[in-house]
């Protein structure tokens, strides 16, 4: 359980593509996370929180656009006990993953991140960005990302 250490063992997720949809619920675990076969953004949020709203459109056209990353939307209203497990501070809370579950590290605007990392070996295991996040600045991400995940495959 090395990259899930800070993580939850259980999730309700929702594809932003398909966000009217029932619930979906995935156990939240290595195996899940080496599965990911795309960079992956995994954004928190409550459905009183103003950002988190005006995000949801965003997310949902940056999905249906690309195909080379996958959005998930995890209501916390939906499933309280992630707060157990996900260090957020507030919402919106967004996490990115790389292809296989690696945590991404951003080669730009490194500042506006907060990484974790395991205390024992100070592994890299979660990277996440607070706050309202515009559709430049996720494509923006996103683009780093596949770039990564790119230059991780050759």
Known sequence: MKKTA????????IPVFAFSKN???YRFNDEILDSLDKPTM???????????????????????EREDVDIYYIDLEKV?????????IATPTSAFYLPGGEPYYPTNNISQYLMYQLTETG?????????????KELNSIFDD??????????
């Open 80 to 88: 309280p006990e992630v707060l157990d497990y996900v260090p957020m």
């Open 123 to 135: 592994e890299h295991v979660l990277t996440t960005r607070l706050g309202y996040l515009n559709g």
């Open 42 to 64: 995994f954004m928190f949020g409550e459905n009183w929180c103003q950002p988190c709203i005006q995000m949801i459109p965003i997310m949902e056209k940056i999905a249906d």
């Open 6 to 13: 800070l993580l939850i063992l259980l999730l309700a997720l």
């Open 145 to 154: 990302m596949v770039e990564e995940s790119e230059r991780i495959s050759h």
């Open 23 to 25: 619930v979906e619920a």
